[in-house]
T-cell receptor, first 112, second 115 residues
Framework: QKEVEQDPGPLSVPEGAIVSLNCTYS??????FMWYRQYSRKGPELLMY????GNKEDGRFTAQVDKSSKYISLFIRDSQPSDSATYLC????????????FGTGTRLTVIP | EAGVAQSPRYKIIEKRQSVAFWCNPI?????LYWYQQILGQGPKLLIQ????????DSQLPKDRFSAERLKGVDSTLKIQPAKLEDSAVYLC?????????????FGPGTRLTVT
């Protein structure tokens, strides 16, 4: 069993739709949870970061962590064509222990 | 602020040949990482440096992969000899120690094709 599972998609939605991206994990030691966005032929860039359980909102993006279910989500409201990218969840056990465990990524296309 | 620089961007080699990748991290970033991202998968950490010392190389296939970070700045990753399964994008990332794992900054990657 992989430590981090993510549906690879692809996922296609019309512009303006609400997008839900999810990851599950098996290691209860994970404390730090991140979402990275990766455009084609580019390196990943950090989108959202949360510590432990809870929600975090940044503009059109909301990250949720449910440690009891070992489940994290990223919601994108009012999706735009510029949101078309691969979204990778990542997590680590503790700050300073820099080994990030990534999901496989979900490829999202927002259709104008 | 200049980002993480990597070269070359693309490389095609035959199996059993050697190849080297170069990374220049963001100025002042003491921590440097090399990741391997196979098509359709997430990045997998190969090696982590703190200045010029190795922090974690547990997932580096040491029989064929080597990496160094002389003077604690630039780094090179070498594969010798290459296998077909080494075809992937090799990503370099850097961060400032003590700021947490989430602040890793990635370069554009080197796309390696082994034929």
């Amino acid at each position: 069993q992989k430590e981090v599972e993510q549906d690879p998609g692809p996922l296609s939605v019309p512009e303006g739709a609400i997008v839900s991206l999810n990851c599950t994990y098996s290691n209860s030691a994970f404390q730090y949870f991140m979402w990275y966005r990766q455009y084609s032929r580019k390196g990943p860039e950090l989108l959202m970061y949360t510590y432990s359980s809870g929600n975090k909102e940044d503009g059109r993006f909301t990250a949720q962590v449910d440690k009891s279910s070992k489940y994290i989500s990223l919601f994108i409201r009012d999706s735009q064509p510029s949101d078309s990218a691969t979204y990778l969840c990542a997590m680590s056990r503790e700050t300073g222990a820099n080994n990030l465990f990534f999901g496989t990524g979900t490829r999202l296309t927002v259709i104008p | 602020e200049a980002g993480v620089a990597q070269s070359p961007r693309y490389k095609i080699i035959e199996k059993r040949q050697s190849v080297a990748f170069w990374c220049n991290p963001i100025s002042g970033h003491a921590t440097l990482y090399w990741y391997q991202q196979i098509l359709g998968q997430g990045p997998k950490l190969l090696i982590q440096f703190q200045n010029n010392g190795v922090v974690d190389d547990s997932q580096l296939p040491k029989d064929r992969f080597s990496a160094e970070r002389l003077k604690g700045v630039d780094s090179t990753l070498k594969i010798q000899p290459a296998k077909l399964e080494d075809s992937a994008v090799y990503l370099c990332a850097s961060s400032i120690p003590g700021t947490g794992t989430y602040q890793q900054y990635f370069g554009p990657g080197t796309r390696l094709t082994v034929t």
